[in-house]
């Protein structure tokens, strides 16, 4: 398995409601990454974690709420989200011995009204 | 102020001639260098990479060159084909800074047929 599973692929939620982004990687991969991308932009990182636990937040704000609950999954809890939040979220995941070859996901792109 | 930089948002180029794909940088820190591919509604996909110890690194058609001293490197692609249309991120890494990449804009190649 070479891959990193997002779901969903599509949400739309309003700015009361409470969703989480999924994803999944059995690739012995150690480091998981979240990363959002407006249209037009470059990915920007928002959390790093490192051996399950958080190494990096990228000053998210708190309506974005990581967990990572074993080394094969990483979730993104949503909550009181903003239209402005709409954006493609990407999970990445890389390995110990090769840190910067990133391997993706397909993105969850997410829609707030 | 963007670290990586991309600064054309769009390439044209026909199929079977070569396209040159740039990037500059202004963090002297950055040690090691990777090109991305990004199709529509898919996540990143990882293409070459290149290490500060290199000045060029080669896969099949694509090869990648680093000049340090003038902090550019540049993604050639040849024969471009129609397939390669996406667009290409240049992301860079500093040792120092564990596993985050720093990504540029983006350029949208087209290969015409």
């Known amino acids: 398995d070479t891959e990193v599973t997002q779901t969903p692929k599509h949400l739309v939620m309003g700015m009361t409601n409470k969703k989480s982004l999924k994803c999944e990687q059995h690739m012995g991969h150690r480091a998981m990454y979240w990363y959002k991308q407006k249209a037009k932009k470059p990915p920007e990182l928002m959390f790093v974690?490192?051996?399950?636990?958080?190494?990096i937040n990228e000053s998210v704000p708190s309506r974005f709420s990581p967990e990572c609950p074993n080394s094969s999954l990483l979730n993104l809890h949503l909550h009181a989200l903003q239209p402005e939040d709409s954006a493609l979220y990407l999970c990445?995941?890389?390995?110990?011995?090769?840190?910067?070859?990133?391997?993706f996901g397909s993105g969850t792109r997410l829609t707030v009204v | 102020d963007q670290q990586v930089k991309q600064n054309s948002p769009s390439l044209s180029v026909q199929e079977g001639r070569i396209s040159i794909l740039n990037c500059d940088y202004t963090n002297s820190m950055f040690d090691y260098f990777l090109w991305y591919k990004k199709y529509p509604a898919e996540g990143p996909t990882f293409l070459i990479s290149?290490?500060?110890?290199?000045d060029k690194n080669e896969d099949g058609r694509f090869t990648v060159f680093l000049n340090k001293s003038a902090k550019h490197l540049s993604l050639h692609i040849v024969p471009s084909q129609p397939g390669d249309s996406a667009v290409y991120f240049c992301?860079?890494?500093?040792?120092?800074?564990?596993?985050?990449?720093?990504f540029g804009g983006g350029t949208r190649l087209m290969v015409k047929p």
């Open positions: 992301a860079a890494s500093a040792s120092w800074a564990g596993n985050m990449l720093t």
């Open positions: 290149i290490s500060s110890i290199k």
């Open positions: 990445a995941s890389s390995h110990p011995d090769r840190p910067y070859g990133y391997t």
């Open positions: 974690y490192s051996y399950e636990k958080l190494s």
